[in-house]
């Protein structure tokens, strides 16, 4: 590659970054981070009516947690800052409209007056002859109010008066526009099926096509990533870029991220339905409720989300599928992002979070959860997150699924209770407890060793014995190793749960028999 690398994450401030957009700013980083280059974060925020308060921050935060963090932001740029910023495409504002000037002295631009009524009435009225979805370019605009149509002296007039002045781009007829997008290939468009794209919109702000190309220029922006949605606009792009006769950025055009189930995009909604997150952070509403849950507060590690969201359209062509952020930098190439969508699968994200838990030291682990865990000493609370990580897919779990090493249990399994609780046997956890409570040490070993010499001794049938040890104990089959948690628990809460258990047990025996 013969020019540096700089790669831009460019997110209009419009409501949280969902994953899809994280992704993209993933690919980025590792792209830039691969051939050591930049990562920018462009915040594109031209359209001020569809500005969401607090995404700018959102944006930030989510990066931050992730540790992607832009070489590049708003406030940060450093020396790189005054020759390539500000970040923030509404002071960059005068910029833009030079380029467009330009553009309309050199005749590959125009102004438009229309208002929308009369760019509605113009569609209906070819809706009418049966052609549908017509386009305000060279179709139309011969018949639009437009400086191409005008004589000077009403072009005046209309521009002093200031009402729906816009530039359009004049897109020429029968034209190919021809690209190379690393992820598709050849890509081609007729510009006689492109419309006249706004680029200075009536409030005097450039449209999106015009800042992205000329910020992508004056940024020096090598590659270009960003979602399949704005492959078509990419066309119109190009054209800017010869008819100001600038070398555009590579482009790479990232497929959408489809429904776990079934066909079409991801969307919001499916967190609702699916009872999982499509961001990476919590999102509140106006008044403090919570929106959306974030991966982050769903109980993830970042390493394991931004692991799982490189495979999302991304593999490295191996068997390998851990990959910490510096081997995913070292394996990452655009040459293998794929071209059909990525399913969001989180069965597969919990997978990445649960080997990512499985590999992280107890010590690691406790640090991340000490704040469910505040009245536990850290010795314990550590020997707890070594017997619950393998049992758990999030950080939350340890909380909700472990909970009964620090209370009594909520409720006990009856279908269990029911299968394998024999009165009979009372007597014979009696005996067992008396051993138990003559232990010197009270260890996972000389715990078995009790427990199982008796059960051999006495001929009494293991599974029975220790799921009844289970359920007094925890309530629950799911609990780790019976004698590892026995331990854990201490030698008198487990005596006293088990006698509670037994007692509990034979009440419930009777009710049902009753
Ligand atoms: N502002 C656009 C967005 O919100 C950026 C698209 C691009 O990367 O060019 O996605």
Known sequence: ?????????????????NIGGLRTALYDYLFARKHGGDFILRIEDTDKNREVPGTEDYI??????????????????????????????????????????????????????????????????????????AKYNHATRDRMKNSLTLDPKQIEELKNKGENVVIRLKMPVGQEIKFTDIVRDSVSFQTSLLDDKVMIKADGMPTYHLANIVDDHLMEIS??????????????????????????????HLSLLLKPVGKGKLSKRDSATFGFPVFPLNWFNEDGSLQF???????????????????????????????????????????????????????????????????????????????????????????????MKERVDNLNEFASKGYFFFEKPKDWDQKTIR????????????????????LNSFEQEEIQNVIKGYITEHELGFGNILAIYRIALTGTMKGPDIFATMELLGKEVSLIRLQDGLRLFKEFQKEENA
């Open 1 to 17: 590659m013969d020019k540096r690398v700089r790669v831009r994450f460019a997110p209009s401030p419009t409501g949280p970054l």
């Open 60 to 133: 930030m935060q989510a990066l931050e947690w992730v540790g992607i963090r832009p070489d590049e932001y708003p406030g940060v740029g450093g020396d790189k800052e005054e020759k390539y910023g500000p970040y923030r495409q509404s002071e960059r504002k005068d910029i833009y409209l030079k380029y467009a000037l330009q553009l309309v002295d050199e005749g590959h631009a125009y102004y438009a007056f229309d208002s929308s009524e009369e760019i509605d009435a113009m569609r209906k009225e070819e809706e009418e002859k049966g052609n549908t979805g």
């Open 223 to 252: 590659h270009v990533i960003r979602g399949e949605e704005w492959l078509s606009s990419t066309a119109h792009h190009i054209y800017m870029y010869q008819c100001l006769g600038w070398v555009p950025p590579q482009f790479a």
């Open 293 to 387: 849950e974030g991966f982050k507060e769903y109980g993830f590690i970042p390493e394991a989300l931004i692991n799982f969201l490189a495979f999302l359209g991304w593999n490295p062509g191996t068997e390998q599928e851990i990959f910490s952020k510096e081997e995913l930098i070292q394996a990452f190439s655009l040459d293998k992002v794929v071209k059909s969508g990525a399913r969001f699968d989180i069965e597969k994200a919990k997978w990445f979070n649960q080997q990512y838990l499985i590999a992280m030291s107890n010590a690691e682990i406790a640090a991340l959860i000490s704040s469910d865990f505040s009245n536990v000493q850290q010795d314990t609370l550590e020997a707890f997150c070594g017997l």
């Open 419 to 438: 299968k394998k609780y024999k009165v009979e046997n009372d007597i014979h956890f009696k005996a067992m407890a008396e051993a138990l409570k003559n």
